[in-house]
């Protein structure tokens, strides 16, 4: 049930405005992302994390990577430029049909929809590189964001690269998150979804977080080990990114 919530939750938001829901810059919002500029934003994402993947020694090979939660593509497209073959995978419909849409001349990238809490479509030792940017954060439940790395995990090859990012800690006063309570409420009752982001300017997007060190406890327990784990901080939230193979 939680996660057919999760996913009517991001079906809304892929109707309403999906670029901003995938990257949420608020002077974009409402359909303000120009699409080549979106995309670029994705090309230098990943050129970023293959420089510093470069400097780690990781993966050792590049035939297939993962996207986890792909939205319609924004860095899919980028990964399938450096290995064989990107699967793209998204919670939402509407994302996945976006995504093939936009990005049907890469014949390189495959999208699918998972809206499981696992990744049981791919068999162990998938992927030589795992890549998760703003997707794990906006999971609600931790039991199934710390599922999701042990999955990554399991579907990663030997001496491939993990790379998530995920939150480890928000403020107190950001954790109530209010605005996205009454949107849920209102929704429940049957309030139009496009009405509430239009009119009221209310969304259903989840901030979760979970301590590094708790982080790290599932991934060394898995077998696995974190090679790097760079953190960022905001007056409000501090955010990590961690590397990691097996």
Not at 133 to 158: A, K, M
Not at 172 to 178: E, F, I
């Amino acid at each position: 049930m939680r996660l057919n919530a999760h996913k009517r939750n991001w079906e809304d938001l892929a109707d309403v405005d999906p670029l901003w829901a995938i990257l949420s810059d608020s002077r974009r919002q409402h359909g303000g992302w120009n699409l080549d500029e979106f995309f670029q934003s994705g090309e230098q994402e990943i050129a970023n994390m293959m420089a510093s993947a470069e400097r780690l020694g990781y993966p050792s090979h590049r035939r297939r990577a993962l996207d986890f939660g792909c939205g319609v593509g924004r860095l899919t497209r980028a990964l399938a430029s450096r290995f064989e073959r990107c699967d793209g995978i998204d919670v939402s419909e509407r994302m996945i049909q976006r995504a093939q849409e936009l990005n049907s001349e890469f014949r390189d990238c495959h999208f699918s929809v998972n809206n499981t809490n696992n990744l049981q479509i791919f068999p162990d030792d998938t992927f030589d590189l795992i890549y998760s940017s703003l997707v794990l954060q906006h999971i609600p439940h931790r039991g199934d964001i710390e599922g999701y790395i042990l999955e990554f995990i399991r579907v990663l090859r030997h001496e491939g690269l993990l790379v998530f990012q995920l939150p480890s800690h928000i403020s107190l006063r950001h954790r109530l998150q209010p605005r996205r309570r009454l949107y849920s409420f209102l929704r429940s009752i049957g309030v139009s979804h496009t009405w509430l982001y239009n009119t009221l300017h209310l969304n259903p997007m989840k901030m979760s977080f979970i301590p590094v060190h708790d982080v790290v406890d599932v991934i060394t327990r898995s077998g696995a080990r974190v090679v790097h784990i760079e953190t960022k901080q905001t007056p409000h939230y501090q955010s990590s990114v961690y590397s990691v193979t097996k």
